[in-house]
């Protein structure tokens, strides 16, 4: 699998910082996208398939993950 083909999604509610994390990562030559909701999250999650999740452990707002 090549970098382009590697899926990050980022979710971090503070914009300096998700921001920051996706300038970062896409410099590093992977696919990635920026999200401060974990609902929105949650609605890319059904759309793209990542192969890696950066999540803020501190977000305020809270969505059960479904695991399956």
């Known amino acids: 699998m090549t970098k382009k083909n590697f899926n990050i999604l980022i979710i971090e509610d503070d914009s300096s910082q ?13 696919n990635a996208e920026w999200t401060q909701s974990p609902q929105q999250a949650l609605v890319l999650a059904h ?12 977000l305020p707002q809270k969505a059960a993950w479904p695991v399956s």
């Not at 793209?48 to 803020?56: A, E, G, K």
């Open 47 to 58: 759309h793209t398939d990542f192969q890696l999740l950066i999540v803020d452990c501190m």
């Open 18 to 30: 998700g921001a920051a994390l996706l300038e970062a990562v896409k410099r590093a030559g992977y």
